[in-house]
């Protein structure tokens, strides 16, 4: 078995890493270290959770360990698409090179320019950036590319997701030709395989799990909820939620919510503070100070429940994580994998557990086709519920009131009904055509009546010809 004193990596390298704890390198980090050390480009494919981020981190520092760096001019640029992620290998560079005296810069939004600004006038080593934040420093004149020597791009898939590919093929450009090259993914869409041909010199690929597949150690469960209404839809699942969190018991001891949309984040999360529950949002729209605050509360432990979009979906680093819980069903059928793949991580058991409605079942369909196999049905442990007297009594038909209707204000005398009464009781009852069933009644065209009360106006003239009508006939026929 390979161990990481025979990847030929710095000796300080190896203290901080047995420091921390480890002494068998992941499958991705055996096989993509060796020939980074050597030089190389390498394209390393593996899922979620398999350590790729030591996989380009411990060979980069290895070989910037010779060298310092100018002011403006970087030695090492790794793109991230999230700050969570650009913040976690900022985190991992922190933890590899503590025994070496090497500098490292972090550009992400929401974070002040000028502290940015400070960082890369006295050199960095290692620049750590999102694309968006690292072109807005180029274009301001505050940073110049020309001196990379190790490029990485991590996430690649993601960048894709999130449309910066163009960002990504620009600042390939603003480096120079004879740089390395490292290039992580979780799965090879044709656009980054399309990309890596353009930019990536005979590169190594390193595939350690086929694409786009689940961890064995992850216990994947579906759950279907049917509402008992459209409108009660949002509702009954989050019943449902809090209900599968409670099944778990004391083996949730944390889990992760993934919800579609930013504003579904925020209900799940409100909902679940309201219940009792130590529940926090993650989403974009959060302040990055925010961000960060429930992203370490998560991480020590001090919150159990993270609600998030998929900006947490991709490579955080939370190794211990128990559940996952997919409150809405992926769109994308490879969010899928990244999304369960927070838990199960390295070499630990992990239970995912998705919530689908109806309209979740064709996203559902591409989930199924892409990891090739179906994923195990569990009861709702809810059931579907009755609905409420109150909602049966919304949905319920409302009874017309039996009230008689209005006189008319006409002088005339109203045409007499050519029905007569057939018990002694019914010159007391209401005229004919109010007490008549309402589905007897003939219906307005315009489908409510002089008064607005609906249903009751009387089609035609023939026997209930108007009382003002009949006069004036009358009158007629006596001149």
């Known amino acids: ?107 992400i939004g929401g974070v002040s320019f000028k502290d940015q600004n400070a960082a890369i006038d006295r050199g960095a080593d290692v620049l750590i950036a999102t694309p968006g934040r690292l072109l807005d420093h180029f274009e301001r004149g505050r940073l110049l590319l020309s001196g990379v020597q190790i490029m990485v791009v991590d996430e690649a898939d993601r960048m894709l997701d999130m ?38 010199a005979n590169p190594v690929k390193v595939e350690v799990a086929r694409r786009a597949t689940t961890a064995e150690t992850i216990d994947q469960r579906l759950v279907m909820v049917t509402p008992s209404r459209k409108d009660r839809q949002p509702t009954e699942k989050r019943a449902a939620l809090r209900a599968l969190i409670d099944a778990e ?3 949730c001891t944390n889990a992760i919510i993934f919800c579609n949309r930013k504003i579904e984040v925020d209900a799940v999360a409100k909902s679940l503070k309201k219940h009792s529950y130590n529940a926090a949002a993650l989403h974009g729209d959060l302040d990055q100070s925010k961000r960060m605050e429930v992203l370490g509360g998560f991480r020590d432990g001090s919150l159990r429940l993270l ?3 998929d900006v947490a979906a991709r490579g955080l680093d939370i190794p211990a994580v128990s559940h996952v819980f997919n409150f809405d069903v992926p769109i994308h059928a490879e969010d899928y994998v990244h999304r369960i793949g927070r838990t199960g991580r390295a070499g630990r058991t992990g239970i995912a557990i998705t919530i689908c409605t109806p309209m979740g079942e064709k996203h559902l369909a591409d989930i199924e086709a892409l990891i090739e196999r179906p994923i195990p049905r569990a009861d709702n442990p809810v059931g579907r519920p009755a609905p409420k007297a109150a909602d049966a009594a919304e949905t319920a038909a409302p009874e017309r009131p039996n009230r008689p209707r209005r006189a008319r204000s006409d002088k005339g005398a109203q045409a007499p009904d050519p029905l007569p009464a057939t018990a002694p009781e019914a010159d ?52």
């Not at 120079?176 to 980054?192: D, G, K, Y």
């Open 1 to 107: 078995m390979t161990k990481f004193t025979d990847l030929n990596l710095h000796p300080k390298v190896l203290q901080a890493v047995a420091e921390s704890g480890y002494e068998t390198p992941t499958p991705i980090q055996a096989q993509a270290i060796p020939p980074a050390l050597e030089g190389r480009d390498v394209l390393g494919i593996a899922q979620t959770g398999t350590g790729k981020t030591a996989g380009f981190t411990l060979p980069m520092i290895t070989l910037l360990a010779k060298g310092r760096a100018r002011a403006r001019m970087p030695r090492s640029l790794v793109l991230a698409p999230t700050r969570e992620l650009a913040a976690q290998v900022a985190e991992a560079f922190d933890t590899y090179a503590k025994h070496f005296k090497l500098t490292k810069a972090l550009l």
């Open 163 to 200: 449309g910066f590919i163009p960002d990504i093929e620009r600042i390939f450009s603003l480096t120079p030709f004879t740089r390395q090259t490292l290039f992580f993914s979780a799965t090879m869409a044709p656009e980054i395989e399309r990309i890596t041909n353009i930019f990536m």
């Open 249 to 251: 018991g004391a083996g």
């Open 307 to 309: 609600v998030a979009s």
């Open 428 to 479: 007391a009852q209401a005229p004919r055509a109010a007490a008549a069933p309402a589905e007897n009644k003939p219906k307005s065209r315009r489908g409510k009546g002089r008064s607005g009360g609906g249903g009751d106006a009387v089609v035609g003239m023939g026997e209930h010809m108007p009382g003002f009508i009949a006069k004036s006939f009358e009158e007629r026929l006596s001149g």
